[in-house]
């Protein structure tokens, strides 16, 4: 079982090009490279920036970040199906 070093929803900064932003996916690689999909904040006129994936050893957790409720994987919400007919 893979342990991965950053928790999703940590606040991050890439130590070789200063990216930052929130932890918001991770994945292992069959070559074992860990790595994380970071996530920056909207720019100030509201316009989405792109995602960028990192390798665990260049980033640095740099705030608490944010915490999401949790849910079962793999599908919606309880509550957010359709109803089955």
Do not use: N
């Amino acid at each position: 079982m893979t342990t991965f070093k950053y928790a999703l929803g940590k606040k991050v900064k890439d130590t070789v090009t200063g990216f930052e932003g929130i932890i918001t996916g991770r994945i292992e690689y069959i070559s074992g490279c860990l790595q994380y999909a970071v996530s920056p904040p909207v720019k100030e006129d509201g316009t989405k920036r792109e995602g960028e994936w990192f390798d665990e050893q260049r980033l640095e957790v740099t705030g608490d970040g944010v915490a999401l409720p949790s849910r079962p994987a793999g599908g919606p919400a309880p509550g957010d199906a359709p109803p089955i007919r």
